[in-house]
């Protein structure tokens, strides 16, 4: 759906700035999503704080990626509001969603999704290339960022010729470098071995910290659980909050 007479430009450039219910950063009420006759989400509540790593743990189907969809505004729910600060993302158009996920938002995938014709260096400033910086002062933050995430020595390297570990590094980076408040992070190191996956998240983590970003991190691997502040898990669509991680 284009949606290009519904979205007033103050409506898109409006970033709220109070705090949501609850004073959280991010939060969703009673969200439902039905793909077909199967049931994703049903009844699902969550909330992050800035700053705060939640770890969304749960079984294959349960409705994780969804819930995660869902909180991004890359997928309108059927049912249930989400928050991010004061402004309700499940009413937003989809033009203002995308200037939100655009602005506030970063995304780190298990596959890390860089485009394979543009170098590291390239990838992790498209960005902030995109939300209009000059390319110099792109690079720049980009290559920060690079050398944060211990990859900076293959910055001129693209893509097919990294290791998975690295390439997953230069997609933190990316997500990183545009300094979003909120980190979706699906199965970040779900295609790495457990070395390369234990440093992309302490790299991950440590950085999310230093910026006081908030990270929604779906994995279905208790060692990456262990790097969270709150582990919550999703059962059947809906979330059963266990409390303060490890
Ligand atoms: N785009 C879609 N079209 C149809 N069904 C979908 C779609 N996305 C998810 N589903 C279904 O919704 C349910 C929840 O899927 P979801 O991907 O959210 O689960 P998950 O917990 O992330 O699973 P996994 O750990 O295997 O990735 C599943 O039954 C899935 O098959």
Same mark, same amino acid.
């Given at each position: 759906m284009t949606a290009t007479h519904q979205a007033p430009v103050t409506e898109a450039a409006a970033s709220g700035t109070g705090p949501g219910p609850g004073g959280a950063l991010l939060s969703a009420q009673g969200l439902r999503k039905t793909y077909g006759s199967t049931p994703a989400l049903d009844g699902a509540d969550f909330s992050i704080r800035?700053? @705060?790593?939640v770890a969304v743990m749960g079984p294959?189907?349960?409705?994780?990626?969804t819930l995660l969809h869902c909180l991004a505004g890359i997928v309108p729910p059927?049912?249930?509001?989400?928050?991010?600060?004061?402004? @309700?993302?499940?009413?937003?158009?989809?033009?203002?969603?995308?200037?939100l996920r655009r602005t506030e938002f970063g995304f780190v995938f298990q596959f890390g999704q860089l485009v394979p014709e543009l170098t590291c260096l390239e990838n992790a400033a498209l960005p902030l290339r995109l939300a209009g910086a000059g390319r110099k002062k792109a690079e720049a933050t980009a290559r920060e960022w690079l050398d944060r995430l211990e990859v900076d020595?293959?910055?001129?390297h693209r893509p097919g010729q990294l290791s998975g570990g690295q390439g997953q590094r230069v997609a933190i980076a990316r997500a990183l470098a545009g300094r979003p408040r909120v980190l979706f992070a699906d199965e970040p190191t779900g295609a790495l071995?457990?070395?390369n996956g234990e440093r992309a998240m302490q790299l991950l983590t440590r950085a999310a910290r230093d910026t006081d970003a908030a990270v929604v991190?779906?994995?279905h691997e208790t060692r990456v659980a262990a790097y969270s502040d709150r582990e919550v898990v999703v059962r059947d669509g809906r979330v059963k909050d266990h409390g303060s991680g490890v």
């Open positions: 800035a700053g @705060e790593v294959s189907g349960s409705g994780k990626s059927d049912a249930g509001t989400v928050h991010y600060r004061d402004r @309700e993302v499940s009413a937003m158009s989809d033009s203002a969603r995308s200037a020595d293959v910055r001129h071995d457990s070395l991190l779906v994995t």
